[in-house]
Protein backbone atom coordinates (compact mmCIF):
# COMPACT_ATOMS: atom_id res chain seq x y z
CA UNK A 1 0.00 0.00 0.00
CA UNK A 2 1.17 3.36 -1.02
CA UNK A 3 2.69 5.66 2.32
CA UNK A 4 0.80 8.56 2.86
CA UNK A 5 3.77 10.63 2.69
CA UNK A 6 4.92 9.87 -0.70
CA UNK A 7 0.50 10.69 -1.55
CA UNK A 8 1.47 13.91 -0.31
CA UNK A 9 4.65 14.73 -1.46
CA UNK A 10 3.90 13.34 -5.01
CA UNK A 11 0.73 15.22 -5.26
CA UNK A 12 2.40 18.30 -3.85
CA UNK A 13 5.14 17.82 -6.47
CA UNK A 14 2.71 16.90 -9.61
CA UNK A 15 0.51 20.11 -8.69
CA UNK A 16 3.47 22.81 -8.53
CA UNK A 17 1.98 25.01 -10.88
CA UNK A 18 -1.05 25.80 -8.52
CA UNK A 19 1.67 27.65 -5.89
CA UNK A 20 2.94 29.96 -9.31
CA UNK A 21 -0.81 30.99 -9.96
CA UNK A 22 -1.15 28.63 -12.97
CA UNK A 23 -4.06 26.39 -14.08
CA UNK A 24 -2.23 23.68 -15.76
CA UNK A 25 0.95 21.69 -15.29
CA UNK A 26 3.83 22.96 -17.47
CA UNK A 27 3.70 21.75 -21.02
CA UNK A 28 7.54 21.61 -23.07
CA UNK A 29 6.12 23.15 -26.42
CA UNK A 30 7.51 25.74 -28.71
CA UNK A 31 6.48 28.30 -26.12
CA UNK A 32 8.85 26.34 -23.07
CA UNK A 33 11.90 28.43 -22.22
CA UNK A 34 15.14 25.98 -21.56
CA UNK A 35 17.09 29.05 -20.87
CA UNK A 36 14.74 29.76 -18.00
CA UNK A 37 14.21 26.02 -16.76
CA UNK A 38 17.91 25.81 -16.21
CA UNK A 39 18.09 28.51 -14.97
CA UNK A 40 15.61 28.25 -12.45
CA UNK A 41 17.34 24.35 -11.47
CA UNK A 42 20.73 25.69 -10.93
CA UNK A 43 19.36 28.51 -8.48
CA UNK A 44 17.69 25.93 -6.42
CA UNK A 45 20.58 23.80 -6.43
CA UNK A 46 22.69 26.35 -5.03
CA UNK A 47 20.30 26.46 -2.02
CA UNK A 48 20.98 22.82 -1.31
CA UNK A 49 23.68 21.37 0.93
CA UNK A 50 25.72 18.43 1.31
CA UNK A 51 25.28 16.35 4.27
CA UNK A 52 27.67 16.76 6.43
CA UNK A 53 28.81 12.99 6.26
CA UNK A 54 29.87 13.99 2.58
CA UNK A 55 32.80 15.83 1.36
CA UNK A 56 33.17 17.18 -2.05
CA UNK A 57 35.96 17.62 -4.52
CA UNK A 58 36.73 18.83 -7.89
CA UNK A 59 38.28 16.85 -10.50
CA UNK A 60 38.76 17.44 -14.07
CA UNK A 61 38.55 13.47 -16.79
CA UNK A 62 39.59 14.26 -20.27
CA UNK A 63 38.62 17.99 -20.53
CA UNK A 64 35.45 17.37 -18.48
CA UNK A 65 34.51 18.79 -15.36
CA UNK A 66 33.52 16.00 -12.78
CA UNK A 67 33.06 15.83 -8.99
CA UNK A 68 34.31 13.64 -6.09
CA UNK A 69 31.81 12.84 -3.74
CA UNK A 70 33.33 11.07 -0.75
CA UNK A 71 31.50 9.70 2.66
CA UNK A 72 33.18 9.66 5.59
CA UNK A 73 32.49 6.02 5.88
CA UNK A 74 33.36 4.16 2.84
CA UNK A 75 32.93 0.39 3.26
CA UNK A 76 33.27 -0.81 -0.39
CA UNK A 77 36.47 -0.64 -2.56
CA UNK A 78 33.93 0.44 -5.58
CA UNK A 79 33.45 3.58 -7.27
CA UNK A 80 30.02 4.95 -8.21
CA UNK A 81 30.06 6.25 -11.39
CA UNK A 82 26.53 8.30 -12.14
CA UNK A 83 25.69 9.93 -15.08
CA UNK A 84 23.12 12.37 -14.12
CA UNK A 85 19.35 13.17 -15.91
CA UNK A 86 17.59 16.41 -17.12
CA UNK A 87 16.41 15.10 -20.38
CA UNK A 88 19.83 15.40 -21.85
CA UNK A 89 19.12 18.93 -22.25
CA UNK A 90 19.77 19.98 -18.75
CA UNK A 91 21.26 18.53 -15.11
CA UNK A 92 24.87 19.41 -13.93
CA UNK A 93 27.30 18.24 -10.91
CA UNK A 94 25.64 21.29 -9.68
CA UNK A 95 22.02 19.92 -10.00
CA UNK A 96 23.29 16.59 -9.17
CA UNK A 97 25.65 16.50 -6.32
CA UNK A 98 23.01 16.37 -3.57
CA UNK A 99 21.22 13.20 -5.31
CA UNK A 100 24.76 11.71 -5.61
CA UNK A 101 25.86 12.09 -2.22
CA UNK A 102 22.82 10.38 -1.26
CA UNK A 103 23.69 7.56 -2.97
CA UNK A 104 27.86 7.63 -2.02
CA UNK A 105 26.63 7.41 1.52
CA UNK A 106 23.86 4.17 0.60
CA UNK A 107 26.32 2.74 -0.93
CA UNK A 108 29.34 3.39 1.49
CA UNK A 109 31.52 3.82 -1.95
CA UNK A 110 33.00 7.43 -3.29
CA UNK A 111 31.23 8.61 -6.52
CA UNK A 112 32.38 10.24 -9.34
CA UNK A 113 29.56 12.83 -11.07
CA UNK A 114 30.17 14.64 -14.22
CA UNK A 115 28.85 17.29 -16.99
CA UNK A 116 28.50 15.89 -20.21
CA UNK A 117 27.35 17.86 -23.22
CA UNK A 118 23.93 18.63 -23.35
CA UNK A 119 21.31 19.04 -26.20
CA UNK A 120 20.46 20.69 -28.02
CA UNK A 121 23.72 22.46 -28.24
CA UNK A 122 25.39 18.97 -28.50
CA UNK A 123 23.06 16.06 -29.84
CA UNK A 124 23.42 12.82 -29.71
CA UNK A 125 26.11 11.45 -29.72
CA UNK A 126 28.26 14.00 -27.61
CA UNK A 127 26.51 12.95 -24.13
CA UNK A 128 27.60 9.20 -24.88
CA UNK A 129 31.33 9.90 -26.05
CA UNK A 130 31.57 12.10 -22.61
CA UNK A 131 30.52 9.33 -21.19
CA UNK A 132 33.17 6.82 -22.77
CA UNK A 133 35.68 9.33 -21.96
CA UNK A 134 35.46 9.60 -18.57
CA UNK A 135 34.92 5.77 -18.09
CA UNK A 136 38.29 5.25 -19.82
CA UNK A 137 39.71 8.28 -17.67
CA UNK A 138 38.69 6.23 -14.81
CA UNK A 139 40.32 2.80 -15.91
CA UNK A 140 43.42 5.05 -16.89
CA UNK A 141 44.22 5.98 -13.70
CA UNK A 142 44.16 1.95 -12.30
CA UNK A 143 40.51 1.62 -11.67
CA UNK A 144 39.58 -2.09 -11.98
CA UNK A 145 36.53 -2.11 -14.30
CA UNK A 146 34.91 -4.48 -12.45
CA UNK A 147 34.65 -2.40 -9.14
CA UNK A 148 33.04 0.27 -11.49
CA UNK A 149 29.04 0.32 -10.74
CA UNK A 150 27.50 2.49 -12.77
CA UNK A 151 24.37 4.21 -12.11
CA UNK A 152 21.94 7.36 -13.22
CA UNK A 153 18.58 8.18 -13.40
CA UNK A 154 16.11 9.20 -16.39
CA UNK A 155 18.26 10.41 -19.01
CA UNK A 156 21.23 9.29 -17.55
CA UNK A 157 19.45 5.63 -16.55
CA UNK A 158 19.40 5.73 -20.60
CA UNK A 159 23.36 6.68 -20.88
CA UNK A 160 24.12 4.18 -18.42
CA UNK A 161 22.81 1.70 -20.80
CA UNK A 162 23.95 2.71 -23.95
CA UNK A 163 27.36 3.14 -22.27
CA UNK A 164 27.49 -0.52 -21.88
CA UNK A 165 25.99 -1.29 -24.95
CA UNK A 166 28.69 0.79 -26.55
CA UNK A 167 31.85 -0.74 -24.55
CA UNK A 168 30.26 -4.57 -25.75
CA UNK A 169 30.30 -2.97 -29.69
CA UNK A 170 34.20 -2.00 -28.96
CA UNK A 171 35.09 -4.83 -26.99
CA UNK A 172 36.19 -3.04 -23.69
CA UNK A 173 35.81 -3.83 -20.49
CA UNK A 174 32.67 -3.90 -18.81
CA UNK A 175 32.20 -2.13 -15.08
CA UNK A 176 31.11 -4.59 -12.28
CA UNK A 177 27.43 -3.44 -12.09
CA UNK A 178 25.19 -0.97 -13.22
CA UNK A 179 21.83 0.17 -12.19
CA UNK A 180 19.56 2.51 -14.15
CA UNK A 181 16.26 4.06 -12.81
CA UNK A 182 13.60 5.25 -14.84
CA UNK A 183 15.33 5.43 -18.36
CA UNK A 184 14.31 6.29 -21.30
CA UNK A 185 14.84 3.23 -23.73
CA UNK A 186 12.78 3.81 -26.65
CA UNK A 187 12.69 7.34 -28.34
CA UNK A 188 9.58 6.08 -30.77
CA UNK A 189 7.13 6.99 -26.86
CA UNK A 190 4.48 4.97 -28.63
CA UNK A 191 4.16 2.56 -25.63
CA UNK A 192 0.94 2.98 -23.81
CA UNK A 193 2.18 4.31 -20.99
CA UNK A 194 3.25 7.49 -22.51
CA UNK A 195 -0.73 8.27 -22.85
CA UNK A 196 -2.19 6.38 -19.42
CA UNK A 197 0.81 7.66 -17.53
CA UNK A 198 0.80 11.20 -18.57
CA UNK A 199 -1.39 12.87 -15.95
CA UNK A 200 0.00 10.46 -13.37
CA UNK A 201 3.67 10.77 -13.82
CA UNK A 202 5.63 13.78 -12.41
CA UNK A 203 7.42 14.11 -15.84
CA UNK A 204 6.66 17.48 -17.02
CA UNK A 205 4.24 16.93 -20.36
CA UNK A 206 5.18 16.09 -23.72
CA UNK A 207 9.27 16.75 -22.54
CA UNK A 208 10.25 13.23 -23.45
CA UNK A 209 9.00 14.01 -27.66
CA UNK A 210 10.57 17.61 -28.00
CA UNK A 211 13.61 16.97 -26.02
CA UNK A 212 14.03 13.75 -27.28
CA UNK A 213 13.70 15.39 -30.33
CA UNK A 214 16.82 17.85 -29.64
CA UNK A 215 18.57 14.98 -28.45
CA UNK A 216 18.64 12.57 -31.36
CA UNK A 217 18.72 15.43 -33.77
CA UNK A 218 17.67 13.09 -36.53
CA UNK A 219 19.41 9.90 -36.48
CA UNK A 220 17.70 6.71 -36.34
CA UNK A 221 15.35 6.04 -34.03
CA UNK A 222 16.04 2.15 -33.32
CA UNK A 223 19.88 2.28 -33.60
CA UNK A 224 20.55 0.65 -29.92
CA UNK A 225 23.19 3.33 -28.90
CA UNK A 226 20.30 6.04 -28.75
CA UNK A 227 17.06 3.39 -27.84
CA UNK A 228 18.22 0.61 -25.72
CA UNK A 229 15.21 -1.18 -26.09
CA UNK A 230 17.03 -2.22 -29.38
CA UNK A 231 20.41 -3.55 -27.88
CA UNK A 232 22.03 -6.83 -27.10
CA UNK A 233 22.09 -7.33 -23.43
CA UNK A 234 23.02 -10.97 -23.04
CA UNK A 235 26.69 -10.31 -22.13
CA UNK A 236 25.92 -6.96 -20.09
CA UNK A 237 27.28 -7.69 -16.51
CA UNK A 238 24.79 -7.54 -12.90
CA UNK A 239 22.13 -5.26 -14.23
CA UNK A 240 19.11 -3.61 -12.17
CA UNK A 241 16.30 -2.04 -13.58
CA UNK A 242 14.13 0.19 -11.26
CA UNK A 243 10.66 1.95 -12.18
CA UNK A 244 6.97 3.03 -11.17
CA UNK A 245 3.99 1.72 -11.97
CA UNK A 246 2.84 5.43 -12.67
CA UNK A 247 6.11 6.36 -14.89
CA UNK A 248 5.60 7.28 -18.01
CA UNK A 249 8.48 5.13 -19.22
CA UNK A 250 6.68 2.05 -17.59
CA UNK A 251 6.04 -0.05 -20.34
CA UNK A 252 8.90 0.23 -22.17
CA UNK A 253 11.21 -0.79 -19.39
CA UNK A 254 8.90 -3.65 -19.05
CA UNK A 255 9.96 -4.84 -22.47
CA UNK A 256 13.09 -4.61 -22.06
CA UNK A 257 13.56 -6.82 -18.78
CA UNK A 258 11.67 -9.31 -20.86
CA UNK A 259 13.61 -8.82 -23.86
CA UNK A 260 17.06 -9.28 -21.60
CA UNK A 261 15.51 -11.95 -20.37
CA UNK A 262 14.82 -13.99 -23.61
CA UNK A 263 18.62 -13.25 -24.63
CA UNK A 264 19.85 -14.25 -21.13
CA UNK A 265 21.30 -11.42 -20.12
CA UNK A 266 21.25 -10.93 -16.32
CA UNK A 267 19.40 -8.58 -15.14
CA UNK A 268 17.15 -7.47 -11.78
CA UNK A 269 14.27 -5.96 -12.11
CA UNK A 270 12.62 -3.73 -9.54
CA UNK A 271 8.37 -2.52 -10.00
CA UNK A 272 6.61 0.01 -7.45
CA UNK A 273 3.59 0.61 -7.32
CA UNK A 274 2.47 4.08 -8.00
CA UNK A 275 5.64 5.49 -8.20
CA UNK A 276 6.78 8.44 -10.20
CA UNK A 277 9.53 9.29 -12.53
CA UNK A 278 13.28 9.14 -10.71
CA UNK A 279 11.35 8.64 -6.98
CA UNK A 280 14.32 7.08 -5.26
CA UNK A 281 16.63 10.37 -5.50
CA UNK A 282 13.27 12.04 -3.49
CA UNK A 283 14.49 9.87 -0.35
CA UNK A 284 14.27 10.42 2.55
CA UNK A 285 11.52 12.17 1.67
CA UNK A 286 9.35 9.50 1.90
CA UNK A 287 9.69 5.66 3.09
CA UNK A 288 9.10 4.13 -1.00
CA UNK A 289 11.99 6.22 -2.04
CA UNK A 290 14.50 5.63 1.09
CA UNK A 291 13.83 1.48 0.27
CA UNK A 292 14.27 2.15 -2.99
CA UNK A 293 17.83 3.89 -2.44
CA UNK A 294 18.57 0.87 0.42
CA UNK A 295 17.76 -1.66 -2.71
CA UNK A 296 20.16 0.02 -5.10
CA UNK A 297 22.83 0.24 -2.52
CA UNK A 298 22.41 -3.44 -1.63
CA UNK A 299 22.64 -4.43 -5.15
CA UNK A 300 25.37 -2.52 -5.61
CA UNK A 301 27.52 -4.31 -2.77
CA UNK A 302 26.61 -7.32 -3.75
Known sequence: MQSIRSRLIIGLIKNRHLFQGKRERDRVDGSFSLAAFRERIDRASVRMKLPRE???EETVLNRIRGEWLIPDEVSSGRTLLY????????????THRMHVAKFAKALGMRALVFDYRLAPEHPFPAALEDCLDVYHSLLGEGMPPEEVVLG?????????????????????PLPGRAFAISPLVDFQCTADSFTRNASRDIALIDSWHLWGNDYRRGHDITD?????????FSRTPPLLLMVGTHEVHF????????????????VTYSEWPRMVHAFPIMAPLFPEASRALEEIGRFARD
Open 54 to 56: VRS
Open 83 to 94: IHGGGFVSGSCL
Open 152 to 172: GESAGGTLVLSLILALQAKAL
Open 224 to 232: PLLSPLFGD
Open 251 to 266: DDVRELVRRIGEQGGA
